[in-house]
């Protein structure tokens, strides 16, 4: 059993893991590792914490998807289909994966912000 120091040292941890990802280039090549830490968090949290307020911000935290889709990015897919009909696939397979590349980021500040609320949180919980 971890101590208190010890999830709030990981809750740290993450948040700088998720500054360190939306800074780098190689956004799809890193999310997956930061995915896979996020749930060995949120389970053992979830295992442990017995308030529902924290318990509920610990259930917001969102899963990372590169392949979320929103308005906004169903227009873009829509804008690379016809790039891809007038120019061929190498830029629009580039500016797909840029996309995706940016959707992440997105999900990752998302998911940085809400590690930051749950380590308030979790300071005043233990």
């Given at each position: 059993?971890?101590?208190?120091?010890?999830?709030?040292?990981q809750?740290?941890?993450?948040?700088?893991?998720?500054?360190?990802?939306?800074a780098?280039?190689?956004?799809?090549g890193?999310?997956?590792?930061?995915?896979?830490?996020?749930?060995?968090?949120n389970?053992?949290l979830l295992?442990h914490?017995?308030?529902e307020?924290i318990?509920?911000?610990?259930r917001?935290i969102?899963?990372?998807n590169?392949n979320?889709?929103?308005?906004?990015?169903i227009?873009?897919?829509?804008?690379?289909l016809v790039?891809?009909?007038?120019?061929?696939?190498?830029l629009?397979?580039?500016?797909?994966?840029?996309?995706?590349?940016?959707?992440?980021?997105?999900?990752?500040?998302?998911?940085?912000?809400?590690?930051?609320?749950?380590?308030?949180?979790?300071?005043?919980?233990?």
């Amino acid at each position: 059993m971890m101590n208190s120091n010890n999830v709030l040292r990981q809750v740290t941890d993450i948040q700088m893991q998720c500054e360190r990802i939306i800074a780098s280039k190689d956004v799809l090549g890193q999310y997956q590792d930061l995915e896979k830490y996020s749930k060995e968090i949120n389970n053992y949290l979830l295992l442990h914490v017995t308030d529902e307020f924290i318990v509920s911000h610990i259930r917001s935290i969102p899963k990372l998807n590169p392949n979320k889709t929103t308005e906004e990015s169903i227009m873009i897919k829509f804008l690379l289909l016809v790039a891809l009909l007038l120019t061929a696939g190498a830029l629009s397979s580039h500016i797909h994966s840029r996309q995706k590349s940016e959707e992440l980021k997105s999900q990752i500040h998302e998911m940085k912000n809400k590690y930051a609320s749950l380590e308030f949180l979790l300071k005043n919980y233990f």
